[in-house]
């Protein structure tokens, strides 16, 4: 497992932009897919997107396509996940997660069961 550390993340107006990062402590990290879920109050946590080791493929829900943008820096152990044209649904507590797969894959998991390391959440609000 690797430890993941979120930032970012607050209070925005719809409309707006924010932009999430999940850095990672371990040399591993960089070999792994990456994926970012959300669960909003009262709600069952979902998928979000996702991201394969190299950063080559990227998986989105359907709800934020076009929308939020998973990227990664290997080089800095860091993934992040731009958002914009925010709505008052995307209000959640957001999740990074990684590993639970075996490295250097060439497929992103879109499950929560199919990743072994979790950040502590980071919440995000849009108001109206």
């Known amino acids: 497992q690797v430890q993941l550390v979120q930032s970012g993340g607050g209070l925005v107006q719809a409309g707006g932009s924010l932009r999430l990062s999940c850095a990672a402590s371990?040399?591993?990290?960089?070999?792994?897919?990456v994926g970012w879920f959300r669960q909003a109050p009262g709600r069952e946590r979902e998928f979000v997107a996702a991201i394969t080791w190299s950063g080559g493929k990227t998986y989105y829900a359907d709800s934020v396509k076009g929308r939020f943008t998973i990227s990664r820096d290997n080089a800095k152990n860091t993934v992040y996940l731009q958002m914009n044209s925010l709505k008052p649904e995307d209000t959640a507590v957001y999740y990074c997660a990684a590993g639970g797969s075996r490295p250097y894959s060439d497929y992103a998991q879109t499950r929560e069961y199919e990743y072994d390391s979790w950040g502590l959440g980071t919440q995000v609000t849009v108001s109206s």
């Open positions: 371990g040399r591993t990290f960089s070999s792994y897919a």
